[in-house]
């Protein structure tokens, strides 16, 4: 038995065996092949593997996402028999003896390189579903060899480290857990893993990927950070007691269904879910939650090879409000850039990411894109109750920016004769220590206030929170967090407005009671931290 030490993200244990999510070499080697007709044989055979896998993911998305959204892999699954693309493959690989990987690299690329040479803005963007289906086909091709043996069996996703664009793409009814070698605590691969509801450890080392082999069996505690590979006989019978502990836990927890979020004293607050896609919304019911107070819309961007139209965005929004029949739904306009990229936006390489072009930044210098979300918003705003939140604001002139394109967006829906509703909230992110500190200042522009401690943290403390090697740097209980959040929260109070948390910290129980005392209105977590989150409100008593 080998045993390593991660950082436990979601607290659960999985017992099962190990899939290495291997990615692909930067550079596909170039090799010779003597039989090139064999080898044209093996190119057929995968692409015909990866049509199969895209009609599976059609039919998955067709179900989660609909029509609009799973169009996409319709469309993959054409570009994957095109005859140029085909004949470039297959000419490579003839004319020059060489192997299938490198022949679909090349032709990617003088591919990719003519779709992004086009003026039309549609064609342009093909270059990213060119990258993404000859992507497929590699891996396909390299993988051929060792998952002949691949069965529905669910597994242990290991990984040196996931982007969220990798994370959400995994086919999550096969994942049992999931282990990344490096990663941090409060990064989006975090956080989507805590959504999954799965053991989720990350940080787990060099020598952990180093030494895992597909198939070894493992044990991983979601809630000690450990990995157990090959486990002995006594560990597996531990880990599995203190799994049926876990779910007995989660099972007692179900009981407070439909029970009422407040204190001992009488204090109210409203419990609220995350979500990342219209996916998510079976936890949020299956959890009871309030309402939504956290919609990640940029995961519709993050999913898709190319901006989701209004129509998409609106089918989507709609589904989700409905969903929620008549409890609040926030949802928050794109937050890309930084971890979050996507290959379509074309954003420059930064050197602080961070600090750098991203969420409503994007948002106001591109208005096209502004305007299509908000729109489709606006419109979906009739099936439910809406709010609408906006990330990373620091200055009053940004807000009002913001406002007027709202402005602009309601003129032109009502010039074209198209419903809306005039009771949506508009709030924004607390993110920045700027926007806690001017909070007197933009708490009279808004309904609402959420704050995001991931980032907000990330900002106080000076420390990237995608950086593992600082996390012993970042405290979340700093005093400079918990002021800047109390001094928010009685700023939005002083001016009519409500405060949420929707940032990781919202779950961490321990700081309950001081959300509480702070006057905090609603708590946003994973669905999954709900009902914990519920249980702790219920044992308070703030008289004392
Ligand atoms: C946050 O920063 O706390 C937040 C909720 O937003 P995200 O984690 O998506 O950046
Ligand atoms: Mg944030």
Redesign the pocket.
């Known amino acids: 038995m080998k045993t390593y030490q991660g950082k436990g993200v979601y607290g659960a244990v999985a017992v099962g065996k190990i899939s290495v999510l291997k990615k692909r070499d930067a550079a596909v080697k170039r090799t010779h092949v003597e039989n090139a007709e064999s080898e044209k044989a093996r190119f057929e055979q995968a692409k015909s593997l990866a049509i199969q896998q895209l009609q599976e993911i059609y039919d998955k998305a067709l179900k989660e996402v609909g029509e609009a959204n799973a169009a996409i892999f319709e469309i993959h699954q054409m570009m994957l028999e095109d005859d140029d693309y085909n004949d470039s493959i297959n000419t490579i690989i003839e004319n020059q003896s060489v192997n299938a990987e490198y022949a679909v690299a090349v032709t990617e690329d003088n591919f990719a390189e003519m779709f992004a040479a086009m003026d039309d803005t549609y064609m342009k963007a093909r270059a990213a579903d060119v990258r993404d289906i000859s992507n497929r086909l590699i891996n396909t091709l390299s993988e051929n060899i060792q998952t002949e043996t691949a069965s529905d069996e669910k597994v242990i996703i290991c990984a040196a480290d996931l982007a969220p664009s990798e994370t959400v793409a995994l086919d999550k009814d096969r994942v049992l857990a999931f282990v990344t070698a490096y990663g941090s605590s409060n990064s989006h691969t975090a956080i989507l893993a805590r959504n999954m509801n799965i053991p989720a450890v990350i940080s787990a080392g060099e020598k952990f990927l180093a030494e895992i082999r597909d198939g070894d069996e493992a044990v991983v505690d979601g809630y000690t950070g450990e990995i157990f590979v090959n486990p002995d006989k006594e560990t597996r019978s531990r880990l599995l007691e203190k799994q049926r502990a876990g779910d007995e836990k989660k099972r007692l927890l179900q009981e407070l269904k439909g029970k009422e979020n407040v204190t001992l004293d009488g204090c109210r607050i409203n419990v609220y879910a995350n979500i990342g896609s219209v996916g998510d919304i079976g936890k949020v019911l299956a959890n009871d939650a309030g309402g939504i107070g956290l919609f990640r819309s940029e995961f519709l961007y993050l999913e898709n090879s190319d901006y989701p139209t209004e129509e998409q965005q609106f089918n989507a929004y709609k589904k989700v409000l409905e969903s929620m029949a008549g409890k609040k739904v926030i949802i928050r306009t794109l937050?890309i850039g930084a971890d979050k990229q996507v290959d379509y936006f074309n954003l420059k390489k930064e050197e602080n990411p961070a600090l750098g072009y991203r969420a409503i930044r994007i948002c106001l210098t591109r208005p096209e894109i502004f305007k299509t979300q908000l729109r489709a918003l606006y419109r979906a705003s009739v099936f439910g109750s809406l709010g609408i939140m906006f990330?990373m604001i620091t200055s009053v002139s940004e807000l009002k920016r913001i406002l007027a394109v709202c402005d602009e967006v309601k003129e032109e829906l009502r010039e074209q004769c198209i419903e809306f509703s005039d009771k949506i909230e508009l709030g924004i992110?607390i993110?920045t220590p700027a926007a806690a500190l001017i909070s007197d200042k933009l708490a009279p522009m808004v309904d609402f206030f959420s704050v995001?401690t991931?980032?907000l943290t990330q900002y106080t403390l000076a420390c990237d929170r995608q950086n593992p090697d600082i996390e012993q740097f970042i405290d979340t209980h700093h005093e400079a967090i918990l002021r800047l959040i109390e001094m928010s929260a009685k700023n939005a109070h002083k001016h009519g407005a409500w405060i949420g948390i929707c940032g990781e910290l919202g779950a961490d129980t321990s700081l309950t009671e001081t959300f509480l005392r702070m006057g905090i209105d609603e708590l946003s977590v994973s669905p999954a931290f709900v009902l914990k989150v519920r249980d702790t409100i219920r044992s308070i008593d703030l008289s004392k």
Do not use: I, K, R, T
């Open positions: 937050d990330p992110m993110e995001g991931n980032d």
